[in-house]
C-alpha cells in the first residue's frame, strides 16, 4: 500500500471528524430547544477535536518527510495544499489561545471553527481527492492504465528522437558511489533489492527485466536517465544530478 494512499485514507478520516465537529457544534450553539445533551455534544466536540489534531499532524510528519526526502521543488498542487495546511494550524492556535486563554474572544471561536472546517474541505480535495479520484479510490488498475497512457504518450514523444547506445560502466568504485547515490536520493521511496513498492516500485532486476516496471518502456539505459531527468507522474525530478553520477546510478542498478 503506497503512503499516498494511507495518506488519502487520513484525509478522509479528516472530513468525518470535520463534520462531528461542525455538527456537535451547530447542534450547541445554533439549536434553541436542544435535541441532545450538552454535555455529550461537548465531549464528543473535545474528542473529535484532539483525534483531528492527532490525525494532522500525522499526515502533516508523512508530507515533511516526503518532501524532505524529495529535495524538489513543489508542484502549484503542493505548495497551495501546503499554504492551506498551514492556515489551518495558525487558525486553530489561535482558536484554542482563545478557548483557554484570551476568553475575552470566545465569541469568535466559532467562526474560526467554521474557517478550519471550509480550509479542511479545500486541503483534503487537493490532495486525498486528488489521490483517489486518479486511482479511482485505490483500484491501482485504472490509475496503472492512466500511468502507461501517459507513457505511451511520452514514447510517441521520443519516436523522432535518436536513442544513444549507453555502455554501463562496470567498475567497483563506480558502483561503490552509485550505491551511496541511490541510499541517499532513491532509497526512500525505492526497494533495491526487491520488486516490493515503497513509494515508488522496487528496482531489483530493474536493468534485467525487458520492461521498466510502471511505465512498460522497454529496460534500456536511455529510459532510466530520461526517469531521472524528466520523471512522469508522482516521482520528482533528479535533474540536477551530473551525468557522472548518473553513470554511477546506472553501474549500481545494473547489478540488481
Ligand atoms: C519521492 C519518491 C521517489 C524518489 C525519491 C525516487 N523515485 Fe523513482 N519512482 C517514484 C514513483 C512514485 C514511481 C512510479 C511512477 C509514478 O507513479 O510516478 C517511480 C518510478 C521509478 C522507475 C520506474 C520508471 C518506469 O518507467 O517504470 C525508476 C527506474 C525509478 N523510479 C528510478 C529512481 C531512481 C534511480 C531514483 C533516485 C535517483 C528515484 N527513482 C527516486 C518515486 C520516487
Redesign the pocket.
Known sequence: M?IFFIKSILSLFLIVLTVLLMFSMFEVLGRREKKYSIDNLKRVHRISGYVYILSFLTITYFCLH?IA????ELSSRASLHSFIAVTILALLGIKLSFIRIYRQSYDQVRYLGIAIAILTFGLVSLSGGYHMLISKFGTDTSFNSF?QYK?TMNIEKDKNKKILGIIIDEDAEGIGRGKN??DS??S???EAYSAEYK???G?KR?LKNA???????PALPE??IK??KQ??????S?EY?TDEEIDD?LAF?NTL
Open positions: 503506497s516526503y526526502s524529495a529535495k524538489t500511468v507513457a547515490l541511490f536520493k532513491c526512500f521511496c525505492h513509494v515508488g516500485p528496482l530493474v520492461r521498466l516496471p510502471v511505465s512498460n518502456k529510459n532510466i526517469q531521472i520523471p512522469f507522474n508522482r516521482m520528482p533528479f544530478l546510478l542498478l
